[in-house]
Each structure stands twice: as structure tokens, then as C-alpha cells.
């Protein structure tokens, strides 16, 4: 059970840090104005462009820049960023979408770095998908070097290409090949990974850019950690943990703050869920209670969440019983059984699946033990 917290709580971190990344998006603006950043330096912003849904096949040109597009169809990538791209059309899950992020120049000229450029980057990143990296990490510089002069485009270009192999690093460390050691699925194992991450991004990239980069969402991992910590500790009364609680969230940014208080109307409601379900409530009971609690839009999101979250549990859990069959069948050599479950698990989960259940099958066999 308690592997199951820690496990729920490593979850709750990545969801609630994904979600609090996506609120930090602005827009990138292609013409220059001269605005107040937060510390009183003026910058230069550039307005932001839109893609088309209609953007050219793979097979397509891009019109010359003196080409005239007709007024009455949407706009292509070349009328909006006025350069041909020698990279083709954005990948199909990019087109009709602004992009995510910002390129600042204070009044010196000189690169604001904050977390709005990582979002640029990861506003291209998140289409690796569909297109290999060396051709995303093209497009970026590309657009950086049309955007804004020599100077601050160079350095945008040294801190993405910081940015990526630390992010390529990562994704080797934290693999379920590199997950390893009792640990797995402890609180222990939750420490060790957010230091790891840490210590990484300090190898990889300079202090003002891991400021930038992952300042809030540092403290936003520590506070984490003292929340288990906190809730975990058998001596303390409820009401002491409460008030603790309240202590370390007063340390927190106010944005973040803000979607803690959230959380925790969240955490409470899941409280009243999980003794509902206890009871024999209904879904039908739930979603009423959320409504009244939450509202009807959230309410139907929660609704969809749990429909999506017993598909995957059971697919899971047929996933794990298969396997058991195949590797407790006496008549199958190691390798063999290697063989059969490497095939059911491809058969089963799609490509975007995988490290999902590599992680959830690691887990599974360390409680086994």
C-alpha cells in the first residue's frame, strides 16, 4: 500500500509540473514593439504567427516571397514567417496552432533568457513524433536566426542545443534500463531522481539558464517532497500536518500557489470520492458530487479522466496476467519467454505506450519481491 502512495505521488508530480508548464505559454510576436518586462527593462517582443490547417503536403512548395497568397484561403507557413523553410511544411499536429514560448531582447539587444524560451523549444520538440530530431532541432535554429540578429540568435542556438542533450541525458538516465536498485518506487527513489535532475541540468546548461529554465519547478519538486514527508510522519497530529502544510506552501511562487490551493480542494474531494467508492456510490454519484463541488465543465473532465484511467488499468492488468502465464510456463525456455512477452507487450501498447508500461511492469515486479 505504501508503494502505491509513493508510486500515485511520483505520478502527481509529473502531471501537476506538465500542467503548470503549459500555463507559463505565451506567445512569440514576428513584429518588433518595445514593451516593460517585469523588471523594468525594456524589451523587444514579436508578434505572434498562426498555422494553417491547410499547410502544404510533403510534396508541396512553399510560394516565393514575392508571390501574392490569396487573402481568401488560409495562410501558409511562408506568407506568415516570410522566409521559405528548407525544411517543408510543420508536422500535421503543429498546423492551426500559435507558437508556444517568446524571443526577448532587452533595450541593448541582448537575450532575455526565461522560461518563455523554453517553451519555444519544446513548442517544436513536441512533434519528434513525427519528424527526427536533427530536422526539429533545424527548424528552431531557423526560426531563431530569421527572428531576431546574430548576436542573441547565437546564443538562443548554444542554449538549445544545451537544453537538448540535457534532455537527451535525462531520457537515458530514467529509462526503465537505467532505473535500477531496491530503491525503485520509494520515496528514497523520488529524491534520488529529482537530485539527479537537478545535478544534470547544472552539467549541462549555466546557472542563469537553469534559473530560467526550471526555477519555479525546482521549489515546486522540493515542496513535493516535504508534502510526503510531512504526510508520512506517523508522530505528527492532523491538525500539525495541516499546519505545516500551510507553512511550506507560503514558500512557493504565487502561480504555483495558486494551483496548490487547487490541488488541495482536489485532495479533499478525493477523499469523499474514495469513501464514496468504498460505499458502493455510483459514477453517476460522483460525477454529481463533483459537479456541485467543481462545476459541470470540470466535472466532465474528471469524468473522461476516469473513463481514460480504467481503460489503461485494465489493459494493464490483462497485460500483466498474459505475462504471468507466459513466464511460469515451464515448458518455455528463458529466452523464449523473453521473446513472448517483448511480443505481447508491442501487441498490446501502441509506440507512445511503451515506457508508460515499461515503468508500470518495473513497479509491478519490485512489489512481487
Known sequence: ???????????????ITTVWMSKQFIHVNTSPKT???????QYQEFDSPTFSNNTPSKNDTFPKKTETVDESSSLTFQSIFGYTSKYGPLPHSLHGTDIDGELLL?????????????????????????EPLDIILGRIREYIKFQIPDEPAQQAIAILDSYVSYKNKLEEVESPEGLQGEKLGTLESVKDALANRML??????????????????????QFNLQLIDIKQNSVL??????????????????SVREMRQEERINEKLNQQISEMRKQGKT????????????????????????KK??????????????????????????????????????????ESEIRRINFAEKIHLKQKK
Request: some cysteine; aromatic content about 10%; proline content about 3%.
Open 1 to 15: 500500500m505504501k508503494n502505491k502512495f509513493i508510486v500515485f505521488i511520483i505520478v502527481c508530480i509529473a502531471v
Open 237 to 254: 497530529t492532523p491538525e500539525a500536518k495541516e499546519q505545516q502544510i500551510i507553512e511550506i506552501e507560503a514558500m512557493l511562487p504565487e
Open 283 to 306: 459514477d453517476e454519484d460522483i460525477y454529481e458530487l463533483r459537479k456541485n463541488e467543481l462545476g459541470k465543465e470540470k466535472a466532465d473532465r474528471w469524468q473522461e479522466l476516469d
Open 35 to 41: 514593451q516593460q518586462s517585469t523588471d523594468n527593462t
Open 106 to 130: 532587452d533595450a541593448n539587444g541582448k537575450l532575455i533568457i526565461n522560461n518563455g524560451l523554453r517553451n519555444l523549444f519544446e513548442y517544436f520538440i513536441s512533434a519528434k513524433s513525427e
Open 309 to 350: 484511467r480504467k481503460v489503461w488499468d485494465n489493459k494493464v492488468d490483462s497485460y500483466m496476467k498474459q505475462r504471468e502465464s507466459i513466464v511460469s510456463d515451464p515448458n518455455l525456455t528463458d529466452q523464449e519467454k523473453n521473446l513472448a512477452v517483448d511480443r505481447l507487450k508491442f501487441e498490446s501498447f501502441d
Open 200 to 221: 544534470l541540468r547544472r552539467q549541462f546548461m549555466s546557472p542563469d539558464v537553469v534559473q530560467a529554465f526550471f526555477g519555479d519547478e525546482e521549489k515546486y519538486d
